[in-house]
Structures are given as C-alpha cells and as structure tokens.
C-alpha cells in the first residue's frame, strides 16, 4: 500500500533500554522528518533528512539518533529510554514544497 | 517571542456556526503557509496551503494570510461535528529549505 507507515503503533518499555522506532514511505519523498507531540508544547522537530546518508538535527535531538541508508526508510533510536520521552512520535514525508504528510504515530511509554 | 503563536483554545462552538482560527507569526522569511488537521489519535493531515496574501477558498474552508500584519486565519463555514479536531497552522521560508515551523494547535469541539 503507497503511504507512510510507522510501527509498532504502542510500545512501552523500561527507563535505560533501548528502543527503535520505524518510519517507511513508498512515495520515494527526498525529505522525511521526525516529531514527537507532547500536550503544551505541540510538534517539535527531532531530526531529518534530506536525502539517504543525510540528517540533521532539529529542536529536541538530544537522546536520540537516526539514520537514512535506504530513502524509504527512517528509523529513531532512544538509546537509553527515559521517562521525559513518554510521548506520541510522528514521522513525516515531503516530496515538495507544499507540505507533509505524516504517519499515523508512535505511542510511547517508559516506565 | 515564538516564531509562531497559536491560541490553544479549547473552542467550542454549535454546529452551523462560523469558526474562526488564527495565528501569529514574527518571521518574515516565512512564505507559503498551511493548515493541518488533526483527529484524535491520528497524524495531522494537510488541510489548506497558501503562499501568498489574500484568500484561497475551498468548500466551506477558506484560508487568509496577511503578510504585513503576518497574522493568518482559517474560517470554517457551516462547522460540522466531523470538525471536531485539532488545527494546526504550518509555516516555511521555501527554496532549498523543507522545515516547517508549527503552531501548538487550537483543539474545536462542534456540537450537534
């Protein structure tokens, strides 16, 4: 099916584990994004991605990691999990100028 | 001063009424314009693009922007309980650059 998928759709771990979560597309977009959403501060950009073997940071990078080796596919990985990054993650295409579209998201929970 | 301002609300009006969604911005750079809607527990979904002032209607949404005041808005006109979500005003400066620069989103409750 053509569109952008994000799994798992919940996942709940523990406080020091490691967790990967993972955005494809089909549409072979250039550009691919990721947000996580938390109540009071809406949308705030993690990293992206420009291209495959490119990525930068955004406004919260701090404890996360990411990488593009295929274009379809963009992975976040919580390298060691804590309770502040309890939120909804969104993962994010574009192909043009005139908007993204966005996954379903990522329910996290630490405990 | 955020680059872009959004009154979170909650708003909640009957259904039939006119809605009004607005923001504020303080970037100049910024040059094309979105609206996003969001359902509850859904991804946002791009609703209404414009990159220039003016109004840029589409059934009963209509988007504004007025650059000199860079102040934006959204009507919804005969606002449908299917409505009922979460909007999000989206900003870009263009050319090269991709990123988007979101409000916090304003949460609508219509009312049957």
């Known amino acids: 099916d053509a569109g952008i998928t994000q799994s798992p759709r919940y996942k709940i771990t523990e406080t020091g584990r490691q967790v990967t979560l993972m955005c494809h597309q089909t549409w072979s977009h250039s550009y691919m994004f990721w947000y996580r959403q938390d109540l009071g501060h809406g949308l705030r950009l993690i990293y992206y991605s420009a291209a495959a073997d490119i990525t930068d940071k955004g406004e919260v990078p701090d404890g996360y990691v990411v990488s593009r080796s295929k274009t379809e596919n963009f992975p976040l990985t919580l390298e060691s999990a804590t309770r502040s990054q309890t939120s909804v993650y969104f993962c994010?295409?574009?192909?043009?100028?005139?908007?993204?579209?966005f996954g379903s998201g990522t329910r996290l929970t630490v405990v | 001063q955020k680059e872009v301002e959004q009154d979170p609300g909650p708003l909640s009006v009957p259904e039939g009424a006119i809605v009004s969604l607005n923001c504020t911005y303080s970037?100049?750079?910024?040059?094309?314009f979105m609206w996003y809607r969001q359902y509850s527990r859904k991804g946002p979904e791009l609703l209404m693009y414009t990159y220039s002032s003016g109004n840029k209607e589409d059934g009963r949404f209509t988007a504004q922007v007025d650059k000199s005041s860079k102040y934006i808005s959204l009507f919804i006109r005969d606002s449908q309980p299917s409505d009922s979500a979460t909007y999000l005003c989206a900003m870009g400066s263009g050319g090269s650059n991709y990123k988007l620069t979101f409000g916090k989103g304003t949460l609508l409750t219509v009312n049957p």
């Open positions: 970037n100049s750079a910024f040059q094309y």
């Open positions: 994010a295409s574009s192909g043009q100028l005139y908007g993204y579209t």
